[in-house]
């Protein structure tokens, strides 16, 4: 019956964290499968191995497949790495361990983890693109002034990734301080 608990608990931290926290954010509508998939196939993955006598070889080998998928057709921010690594966690804690206060905890801990952590409200002025600039670029000092005027920020970190002086372009990572001026949704 705790079992029957913790899987239940499992299902409604996932539901917060997927469709209270991710969602409503970020909008990506086939990470919610993902993350959907990843926790309920670990928490019946974690139940058998905790209910029943398998080696622990096997339980180790079953737990580094499902720490090697990764999906090959997009490429998936850090940020969505934290909910896939959330909703890998959530399954195990409910599969793996009874529904007590330690448990319940440490998935409430989770939960609140990533909504403050990628809270909008958090370094909300705090931004990052990738830019390709119509001019080629050799020098950091004039790069960084000219992105400055074209982003309206300040930069607080810029990554050349390429500078092509036959075709006059540069190709650059930055992340800059907006305006305080520059409204946000806050979700």
Same mark, same amino acid.
């Given at each position: ?18 469709? @209270? ?20 196939? *670990? ?21 580094? *497949? ?24 959530? @399954? ?5 361990? %009874?529904? %007590? ?16 952590? $990628? ?9 990052? /693109? *990738? ?30 990734? /390429? *500078? $092509? ?23």
């Amino acid at each position: 019956m705790n079992a029957l608990l913790a899987a239940a608990a499992d299902l409604v931290a996932i539901a917060v964290l997927t469709f @209270g926290v991710y969602f409503p954010r970020h909008h990506r509508r086939d990470l919610v499968a993902a993350f959907l998939g990843v926790n309920i196939g *670990v928490l019946a993955v974690a139940t058998v191995l905790g209910s029943e006598t398998i080696g622990a070889g096997l339980g180790l080998g079953l737990f580094g *497949v499902l720490s090697i998928i990764r999906l090959r057709s997009d490429e998936i921010t850090q940020t969505e790495v934290a909910y896939y690594f959330a909703a890998l966690a959530l @399954g195990l804690i409910a599969g793996l361990g %009874d529904l %007590d206060a330690i448990t319940g905890s440490l998935m409430v801990l989770i939960l609140a983890a990533l909504w403050i952590g $990628d809270h909008p409200s958090l370094f909300k002025r705090y931004r990052h /693109q *990738v830019v390709r600039l119509d001019s080629a670029h050799t020098d950091e000092a004039t790069l960084r002034a000219h992105l400055e005027r074209v982003l309206g920020g300040r930069v607080v970190n810029l990554a050349v990734k /390429q *500078v $092509d002086l036959v075709n006059d372009s540069t190709l650059v990572e930055v992340r800059y301080l907006a305006p305080s001026s520059v409204p946000v949704a806050v979700a």
